[in-house]
């Protein structure tokens, strides 16, 4: 197993330890809060430094391409549910947010049967980049940054809608009949 692949791992291995530290009494608990957003931010890092690394000496694998975004996504919702959890978002949004990447991942299983590969577009990394601060500015849960903290929510969320908008449209053809 090469090492992006490892990197990958331990990004999905940090989940659980991740979500403990969050929702340790209650969420009341503040030095965990800060545990929990370092280990999101190391788990974060290691998205960015497995593409990178898998990128740059030609590690590019299918057990990469397959379990690199479900580790993102199962990251990322960790943290959403957990919010909820804390009534710090609320679950309509949580919903939205989860279903874009649902739809998306069953948009990509499609374009692979007919052997049509989907590349992430920028709007795509602007949604994933909102939504890692936002999560980070959610643990840390300051009060002094809840205009900030509010601003990238709504940030977060418009640009999972438009993200999800912007792939459709530019993979419509993807559904029609298995053509491409």
Known sequence: MNLPNK?????????????????????????????????FI?????????????????????????????????????????????????????????SREFIISGFRLVASDNGVVIAASYWGKFKTASQMVMVVLLIFHFSALSVLTTAFIWIALALTVISLIDYLVKNAHVLKDGQH
Request: proline fraction near 3%; charge should be positive.
């Open 7 to 39: 990197l990958t791992i331990l990004r999905v291995i940090l989940i659980p330890f991740f979500v403990a530290c969050l929702l340790a009494e209650g969420g009341s608990n503040q030095t965990l809060r800060c545990v929990a957003a370092l280990i």
């Open 42 to 98: 190391a788990a974060s890092f290691t998205d960015f430094l497995d593409g990178k690394i898998a990128r740059k000496y030609n590690l590019v694998t299918n057990f990469g391409k397959f379990m690199d975004p479900l580790a993102d996504k199962l990251l990322v919702c960790a943290a959403l549910v957990c919010f909820v959890e804390l009534s710090q978002l609320p679950a309509w949004m949580v919903i939205v947010i989860i």
